[in-house]
C-alpha cells in the first residue's frame, strides 16, 4: 500500500488510446516540463505526467516519504489506469523509475531514463550537496532559488525564451516539505547495486552538454542496465526532453515502437 492517497495528485493527461506512459519529472519541476511528450506521444499513447508528491499542484505527503514511497505511488497510478505502462523519467525522476522498475516489475513494459543518475547517496559529498539544498531554498524561497539554479540546466546556447521558462516552472513547483521529501529521498539513494536487477527494457538518454549528472552518471545506469540503449543527445544539457524535445522524442517513440511491436509479436 502506498503511503500517499493520489486522489490528491495532479496528473496533466493526453491521448485517448493505446499504451500507458507516465512520466516523472525532476526534483526541480513539475508535469509542465513533459509538454513536448505530452503533444508528440498523445496521438499514439495514452500519456500521464504526474506533478510528484508535495510539487505544484498535488498534495503534501504527510511526515517522512521516501524513494520507495514515490515508486508505490507511481505504481499506484499505473494500477489505477489501466495496470501496466511505459515509464519516462528525468533527473530525479529516472531515480523513482528505475526503484518503480525493481519493486513492481509487472508493471513497467519499458524504461526510458534521462539524464539521471544512480542517486545522490554514492558518495557523502554528493549526499551532503543534496541535502544542503533543502537548506538552501528555506533561506532563500522558491523564486530566488530557481533563478540561481535554474540556468545551469539547460546548456549555455539555450533560447532565453527556454531559460526563463525553466526557472518560472521551477518557482511556481518546489516548496516545503515537498521538496524537503525528495531531497532525502535522492540522498539516501545508490542503485548501483541493484541495476542487474530490472527486467524492463530500457532507453538511457543524456544531453551531451549536461552539467548537473552529466554522461558519466548516466553511462553507469546504462552499463549495469541488462536490456538497454544508450544515447546521447546533442546540444542539450540536463533538461534534453525539453532543451531538444524533437531529437528526444525521436529517441523515445523509437524504443516505445519497438517494445511495443516485440511484445505484439511474442504475444
Known amino acids: 500500500m502506498t503511503a500517499y492517497d493520489i486522489t490528491g495528485l495532479h496528473l496533466e493527461e493526453n491521448g485517448s488510446g493505446g499504451p500507458l506512459v507516465l512520466c516523472l519529472h525532476g526534483i526541480g519541476s513539475s508535469c509542465a516540463a513533459f509538454a513536448p511528450q505530452l503533444e508528440a506521444l498523445g496521438r499514439e499513447f495514452r500519456v500521464l505526467a504526474w506533478d510528484a508528491p508535495g510539487y505544484a499542484k498535488s498534495a503534501d505527503p504527510e511526515g517522512e516519504f521516501t524513494l520507495d514511497d514515490y515508486a508505490d505511488t507511481a505504481a499506484a497510478v499505473i494500477r489505477e489506469r489501466g495496470g501496466r505502462a511505459h515509464v519516462v523519467g528525468v533527473s530525479w525522476g529516472g531515480v523513482i523509475a528505475l526503484r518503480l522498475a525493481t519493486l513492481h516489475p509487472d508493471l513497467v513494459v519499458s524504461l526510458t531514463v534521462a539524464d539521471s543518475s544512480p542517486g545522490s547517496g554514492t558518495t557523502p559529498e554528493r549526499a551532503a550537496g543534496m541535502r544542503a539544498r533543502v537548506h538552501e531554498l528555506a533561506d532563500l524561497g ?86 538497454t540503449a544508450y544515447v546521447i543527445v546533442k ?27 516485440s511484445k505484439t509479436s511474442k504475444g
Open 235 to 261: 546540444d542539450a544539457g540536463h533538461l534534453a526532453n525539453q532543451e531538444q524535445p524533437e531529437r528526444f522524442n525521436a529517441w523515445l517513440l523509437s524504443h516505445l515502437h519497438i517494445v511495443t511491436n
Open 142 to 227: 522558491p523564486r530566488a532559488f530557481a533563478e540561481r539554479r535554474g540556468p545551469r540546466l539547460v546548456s549555455d546556447d539555450a533560447p532565453h525564451e527556454l531559460v526563463q521558462r525553466v526557472v518560472d516552472t521551477m518557482a511556481a513547483a518546489i516548496r516545503l516539505p515537498g521538496y524537503a521529501c525528495a531531497a532525502a529521498s535522492m540522498a539516501g539513494t545508490d542503485l548501483r547495486g541493484e541495476l542487474a536487477s530490472v527486467t524492463a527494457p530500457a532507453l538511457v538518454l543524456c544531453g551531451d552538454k549536461d552539467r548537473v549528472t552529466g554522461p558519466p552518471a548516466s553511462q553507469v545506469l546504462a552499463g549495469g542496465l541488462h536490456k
